[in-house]
């Protein structure tokens, strides 16, 4: 085999995070009697993601960014309510969601009989241990690394050498760092000096110069893996 070892990212790569923030961010508004439309969901993400952006560039805090994007969301659509409540209520909701991908369970069942498969993620601790939890895919995965426990986040160099230093003597060349972000995943896995490969399920991502490799559903991992 070509790999030994897979870094999966969570949101968006195994699980499904839009449907997740999808529900919960209504199920914690209507706990706080706030009615919102359809439309008012895109606010959220973009601003959401905006801020996610902004915290791999080390411009905000964790801290911050769990608050802030509840109250820019608040002002963006007019409404009245505590940010950090908010927030609680909404982290409370996401543990909940442990919604998988199309075809994550099952590339990971497969992929986990010939390699050791880890979770390196961006997210926060608590919320995103739960949601494996909930998701089934824990059986399958040997650990997770989180900035809350590492102190530094994707794309960022100390990240991925905590997880070298965890794994022990390993050839970085059978390492290959899985996810659907080119700013996190894969500038991240160039960082470390690991193969990536890009899951672009929209075929968005025109230039992909960067990364080793670019799949458009999970289930093609088993040519580039086995």
């Known amino acids: 085999m070509k790999y030994d070892i897979i870094l999966f990212d969570a949101d968006d790569t195994l699980l499904d995070f839009k449907r997740a923030e999808r529900v919960a961010l209504v199920n914690s508004l209507n706990k706080n009697d706030i009615l919102i439309k359809n439309e008012d969901i895109e606010i959220y993400s973009k601003i959401n993601l905006s801020l996610w952006k902004m915290l791999e560039k080390n411009e905000i805090t964790r801290e911050k960014l769990k608050v802030e994007r509840f109250t820019r969301f608040l002002n963006a659509i007019n409404k009245s309510g505590d940010g950090r409540i908010l927030s609680e209520c909404y982290m409370d909701e996401l543990a909940k969601c442990g919604f998988v991908k199309d075809g994550a369970m099952e590339i990971c069942e497969c992929l986990s009989k010939k390699c050791r498969l ?109």
């Open 118 to 226: 880890f979770i390196a993620t961006n997210g926060l601790t608590a919320v995103q241990n739960s949601r494996f939890s909930h998701s089934g895919l824990n059986e399958y995965i040997e650990a997770m690394f989180i900035p809350e426990t590492i102190g530094y986040q994707k794309p960022n160099v100390e990240f991925f050498d905590y997880i070298f230093r965890f794994l022990g003597d390993i050839d970085k060349n059978k390492v290959l760092m899985v996810g659907d972000s080119v700013s996190s995943d894969i500038m991240g896995g160039i960082n470390a000096g690991i193969d990536t490969c890009l899951l672009d399920e929209n075929g968005s991502f025109k230039d992909c110069s960067l990364c080793t490799y670019r799949i458009t559903a999970l289930s093609e991992l088993k040519e580039i893996v086995l």
